[in-house]
Each structure stands twice: as structure tokens, then as C-alpha cells.
């Protein structure tokens, strides 16, 4: 059993945990799944980078002191959702995504989105269990050193906070 989290804003010290489990997790889900050109923009140390630069739109879950997962949130985008191995299936992820939901939402958005491979079935599946809609199919343009990347996703949606009606 896992003990409960404790979400917070990352801090800087928490860069070098973030690249290890979004590195190690990156890998899971999308060697096999994307293509090869998303793969050679995707070296180990640009994890390193990409989370030190993001550090002000992630939100950590923190167990024993240690990083046991994170969230990404970009304007109305979830951006990134990974949970270090030894954490995966606790319930965690659960609880980052609605914190990137409430994040969202304090943004002034009410609806959020996300990007899945379609190859990701276990997120796919963890998406649809915690309300999200899959809109279907669409080419995500992943940033990449020399441009984005086109990969084809899938586009999940959710209403996160009520509008007026017209």
C-alpha cells in the first residue's frame, strides 16, 4: 500500500526527480507507438532540460520525501501526466490530474485537453475512468529542437467547469 501524497508546486531541487520518472515513463509509453523522428528529439538529457525549464507549470506528489510523480499543465493542455514505476496503479495519477484540472480551471479555462498515442491504451483506458472524452484522432505537433514533431494522437477532452447557457 502506498501512502497518500502530498501534491505541491515543484520547486527547482525537484527538476533532476521529474526527468527520471517523465524519461523512464516517456519510454514506456511511446517506444513502439510514435515515430522514430519523435524518438531521436527525445535523448535521455533532454529531459533534464525540458523539466528544469517547466518547473513553474508542474505540480509534484510527493511520498517519504521522494518525487513519486508529476503533472504538466500549458494554458487549457494537460501536458504531462508520470508516475515513477514503483508508484504506477496507487491512485496517484488520479489525484495529479485533478489537481491539473483545478490548475486549469484557475486559469480561467473550462475545458480542458490532452494528447494519448494511440498505442497508450493503459492511459487511454485511465483517461476514460477519470471522465474524459476521446475526440478522436488528430496530429500532434510535439516540440522538437528544429520544430515540432507530428505524431498521430488521439485528443481527450473534459468540461472542468460549468459555463453559462445562451
Given amino acids: 500500500m502506498t501512502d497518500s501524497p ?14 527520471a520518472i517523465w524519461y523512464e515513463g516517456w519510454r514506456d509509453a ?18 533534464g532540460v525540458r ?6 507549470d508542474t505540480v509534484v506528489a510527493i511520498i517519504a520525501d521522494q518525487v513519486a510523480g508529476f503533472v504538466m499543465t500549458l494554458d ?8 515513477s514505476r514503483h508508484h504506477r496503479g496507487t491512485g496517484i495519477a488520479a489525484s495529479l490530474l485533478d489537481a491539473a484540472e483545478q490548475r486549469i480551471r484557475a486559469d480561467g479555462h473550462s475545458r480542458a485537453w490532452l494528447a494519448v498515442v494511440p498505442g497508450n491504451t493503459r492511459a487511454r483506458a485511465f483517461y476514460t475512468r477519470n471522465g474524459w ?8 505537433q510535439a516540440p522538437g529542437p528544429d520544430g515540432p514533431v507530428s505524431v498521430p494522437a488521439h485528443r481527450y477532452v473534459k468540461e472542468i467547469a460549468f459555463s453559462p447557457k445562451s
Fill in 6 to 19: 502530498h501534491l505541491r508546486l515543484a520547486r527547482p531541487e525537484d527538476a533532476e526527480s521529474i526527468a
Fill in 30 to 47: 511511446h517506444l513502439g507507438n510514435v515515430p522514430d523522428e519523435l524518438i531521436a528529439v527525445r535523448p535521455q538529457d533532454s529531459f
Fill in 51 to 56: 523539466a528544469a525549464e517547466r518547473i513553474d
Fill in 76 to 83: 487549457d493542455e494537460v501536458d504531462q501526466v508520470y508516475l
Fill in 133 to 140: 472524452v476521446d475526440e478522436g484522432l488528430f496530429s500532434h
